[in-house]
């Protein structure tokens, strides 16, 4: 059995995390996993000495906002010619 990431064969003394969608993994992999296949939604920020979070606008949203400004179809919502 190989990890889906890397394609290296999975060691029977190894770590090895079994995903939620089937996939088995190495441990060093697992963050790699999840980012490609997974696509989650976080912020980017930093955190004061409070321990408050305070979040920088993300190029996701710039993109979209200025998408929806200009009257552009978003990436999404473009329609691809057939080939003929």
Request: aromatic fraction near 8%.
């Amino acid at each position: 059995m190989n990890c889906t990431v890397c394609g290296n064969p999975l060691l029977f003394d190894r770590v090895v995390f079994h995903c939620s969608c089937d996939a088995f993994v190495h441990a060093y992999c697992w963050d790699e996993h999840v980012l490609q296949a997974h696509q989650p939604r976080f912020e980017i920020g930093s955190v004061n000495l409070d321990g408050e979070f305070t979040a920088r606008e993300s190029t996701i949203e710039k993109q979209i906002s200025e998408g929806q400004a200009s009257g552009e179809p978003s990436s999404e919502e473009q329609i691809t010619p057939l080939l003929e």
